[in-house]
């Protein structure tokens, strides 16, 4: 039988009153991870430990949905509200640059853990169905007292179905699941002081409440928020001083669900710190790349690229980090006599994954896990043809005179940069060589758009004098 008045649970050793009306609160039950300690956690809190780790683009987080009904088959969440709560998500996460998408669903019918009773039962059905690499959501049709329950880190959370579409719970339990603390938070600390001018009082917030230094004091907002989002309560801090501002729109606090629409900096950069380092959380934005040196779509063998300092042999892969750039290199910059598709010949590095403004041995990228080409780096290698550039006299067109000025993005300097400049007062005739430690010469056909009044660089330029005298002399 189950019962609408409030509900006592054993949680840390503590007697605490979770009502059902709380739910609409955002109240929740958070699961640490074992051996999680005030010193583990604190590196994850200051300014200095947790700059660095936003990435360069969007992260993309998957999520498998686990549907629990009764053994009936009654009980489970609608798709639409599914839909609804996961759009919310990413509308919530946008900021934070972290995105969702459901990779997969199941379902789990069984009597016992369609109402999560207690933490027992919740930590029993978080144990099922687990897929690693993807923050597992079960949905259940009921929980005593509370809206959700997450691991704190982690990679599993419950979210009620009532309270999935609220804007607030779902949201709030996946920031547990970041690392994010309630900001009213005593587990690793003590409770924030609100002022320093007190005799005996001084700043506590990189050992107080959730151990991030811009969320406010929060004697906890449960009951003290009214619908205009104001703090109504009395509270008075360890020093005695009642005058508490709290942040009433956190996402992490026990606000009001339509009060809920931030995050901080700080807690944004200590979920990337998480993604970034913690080995629970890591494998959420980890991503096989694919790393191959290509003549044409045939995979060069026996060659090797660079991430980073990491060498990575041709058509083998490295795991990277979601959203982070990184610098990539190969370490061919040309094959010479090589016998590919294209023929034997000069083959030399052209661009990567096909996007021929990507024209340098060493190129930056962003990992995106949502697309093939940001999942995989392409070095191609197109073959060279011999070619002369001359000035030529209209009276006297066997006669080279002057010199030329000569743009060539590929060629490669002898510090190992690709500045792509003009290389000036070259004598005519002149035969490009387009590298540093070039063996033979050659250039690349066809360079430039389709529409060649409008050339997609890189393309090759060449310039000489504007005038010639009698003599042949040009300037």
Known sequence: MRYSIPRFILLF??????PIQARSQGWCGVIPEEGMTFQKAAPYATMQELAGYRPAGTRHINLTIHIVRYANGSGGIAQNTINTAVAQLNTTYTPALIQFSVTSTDYIDDDTYAYVDNLQEAEELMAMNVQPATINVYFVPGAAGICGRAYQPGIRLIVVNGCAADGKAFPHEVGHNLFLLHTHDTNYGTERITRTDITGCTA???SAGDLLC??????NLYGNVNTSCQWTGSATDPCGYTNYAPDTHNYMSYTL??????????????????????????????????????????????????VNTTTVNSGSSI????????PGKTNHERFTNFSGSQGTGNY????????KVQFRLLENFIVNRTTDLGKKRDANFVILTPATIKNELIDAPSLAVGTIDFQDPWYLGSDGTQPNQFQVNLTSPFSPTGAYNHTTGGVFLNQGGPDPTHPVPPYYSVRTA????????CT
């Open 348 to 355: 030399k590095h052209n661009e990567w994954n096909g996007d």
């Open 204 to 206: 506590n917030c990189a």
């Open 466 to 473: 504007a005038t010639c005298d009698i003599n042949y002399v």
């Open 214 to 219: 811009d969320t406010p004091a929060d004697p």
């Open 257 to 306: 669900s339509s009060c809920a629409n931030q995050f901080t900096e700080q807690q944004i950069d200590r979920m990337h710190m998480m993604l970034s380092t913690y080995p629970t959380i890591k494998p959420l934005i980890e991503v096989s790349i694919a790393m191959a040196n290509k003549d044409a779509n045939t995979t060069i063998s026996g060659s090797t690229l660079q």
């Open 319 to 326: 795991n990277l980090l979601d959203g982070n750039q990184y």
């Open 13 to 18: 050793g503590f007697i605490i009153v979770w």
